[in-house]
């Protein structure tokens, strides 16, 4: 079962990135290196309710 979550930057705060997971495979919280148009750098990106 996929599930679609919110991905906000670890630093600014700022929702940035939408996905999907699979619940069934991945029970924890997703955390990713993604970029942030805000800080203009590559940040930690963790998942929000």
Same mark, same amino acid.
């Given at each position: 079962?996929?599930?679609?979550?919110?991905?906000?930057?670890?630093?600014?705060?700022?929702?940035?990135? *939408?996905? $999907?997971?699979? +619940?069934?495979?991945?029970?924890?919280?997703?955390?990713?290196?993604?970029?942030?148009?805000?800080?203009? *750098?590559? $940040?930690?990106? +963790?998942?929000?309710?």
């Amino acid at each position: 079962m996929r599930v679609g979550i919110t991905l906000a930057c670890s630093e600014c705060k700022q929702r940035n990135y *939408t996905t $999907t997971k699979d +619940k069934k495979k991945h029970s924890e919280k997703v955390e990713l290196r993604k970029y942030c148009r805000f800080c203009n *750098t590559h $940040t930690i990106h +963790k998942e929000i309710k």
